[in-house]
């Protein structure tokens, strides 16, 4: 009607008129200039529409907030009652024969009474487990395809992890966490790695990207098309609380698995997990990611000094919790 309004004595110049209306009525607007070839391409037609429904990229979604190093300083049932109540949850288990029962490191007896507590409660498929390899088990697994006792034990360890109920595995393939990086980047490596994922079909592979495993990812990107139980973890601090600088890396080439996740480690703690997580977030969704997960391992640590002088340091459910809390009060997570 403005148009054919009769207060007006003189057309209307179309290319100073700036028509705003709503979005559901723009289509018919446009459809009508065009008609009575009233429209001119140098008209202004603008649709003005709520945020909520105006074409936004998707936003990537948490998957798993990961706290790594539960050991046998904290009794089980304690992580089976927080898995049971928060499914985001992942608890990770480091893995080092080596240094078995040690500060961060799990007994087997103890993964086994986690494991039996789960199964009584029948929620051993929800609540969320990953071992995180260190030591001759990443040796076994990166020399697999070369030589037969390498093959045997890490199938048999492999097969074992899944019995106990752990869906993931992340392969620490770092000096500081007792590997032998020098063949890193020769062809046996890749075929012993590709070897494993594709023996173990159930499992979800985590290759971890830093500049030390830089002969072992870049590998795996010039190879082409990755395996679908493969998923790479961003984690230049390997372990030891260094926080990330500069920024999360936002190459998409690292986005993996059918659903599109990725994740990122690095001096992650109760004080900054919730601008990690925005971050985080952020980096994914630029990264053309539909998930992402964030994993702390230092950041949830604790050294108790006892009385006679004697020092522990422990998994520190706390601070754990502290960071379920902050992640659910910024809307990552939901309390029960």
């Known amino acids: 009607n403005i148009l054919n309004d009769s207060q007006f004595s003189s057309p209307i110049p179309l290319s100073t008129l700036h ?35 105006m074409a936004q990229p998707p936003a990537a979604k948490l998957e798993a907030l990961g706290f790594c190093g539960a050991d046998d ?11 049971q109540n928060y499914p985001l949850v992942e608890w990770g288990i480091l893995f080092r024969p080596d240094k078995e029962g040690s500060p961060r490191y799990a007994s087997k007896d103890w993964v086994s009474r986690l494991s039996q507590i789960l199964k009584s409660n029948q929620s051993q498929d929800r609540v969320r487990l990953a071992a995180h390899l260190c030591g001759s088990h990443v040796n076994d697994l990166l020399s697999s395809s ?3 006792s390498s093959e045997a034990a890490i199938d048999e ?32 490596t890749m075929q012993s790695f590709l070897r494993t994922i594709s023996a173990h079909p159930k499992l979800e592979f985590i290759v971890q990207k830093n500049d030390e495993t830089e ?19 961003h984690d230049e601090s390997k372990g030891t609380g260094k926080e990330v600088t500069g920024g999360w890396p936002t190459d998409p080439r690292f986005i993996a698995t059918p659903r599109k996740a990725v994740g ?17 977030l952020q980096a994914c969704a630029a990264s053309s990611g539909n998930n992402f997960w964030i994993d702390m391992e230092s950041g949830v640590r604790t ?8 020092k ?12 379920i809390d902050i992640m659910c009060e910024a809307g990552f997570m939901k309390h029960p």
């Open 19 to 53: 028509i705003h209306i709503p979005l559901s009525h723009s289509v018919h607007i446009l459809l009508f200039l065009l008609a009575t070839r009233t429209y001119r391409s140098t008209a202004i037609l603008t649709a003005i529409s709520p945020p909520s429904i």
């Open 73 to 83: 300083s904290v009794n089980p049932r304690l992580l089976a009652l927080i898995g």
């Open 146 to 148: 070369v030589s037969p």
């Open 157 to 188: 360890f492999l097969v074992q992890l899944y019995e106990w109920g752990f869906r993931r595995v992340q392969v620490n393939a770092t000096a500081v966490n007792g590997v032998y990086t020098e063949k890193l980047g020769e062809g046996t």
């Open 215 to 233: 002969p072992l990812w870049s590998a795996f990107l010039k190879n082409g098309e990755f395996p679908e139980n493969i998923a790479f973890l």
């Open 264 to 280: 990122f480690a690095g001096g992650i703690k109760p004080a900054n997990v919730e601008s990690v997580a925005e971050s985080a």
């Open 303 to 310: 050294t108790l000094l006892h009385p006679d002088g004697v």
């Open 312 to 323: 522990e340091d422990i998994f520190d459910l706390a601070k754990c919790y502290n960071c």
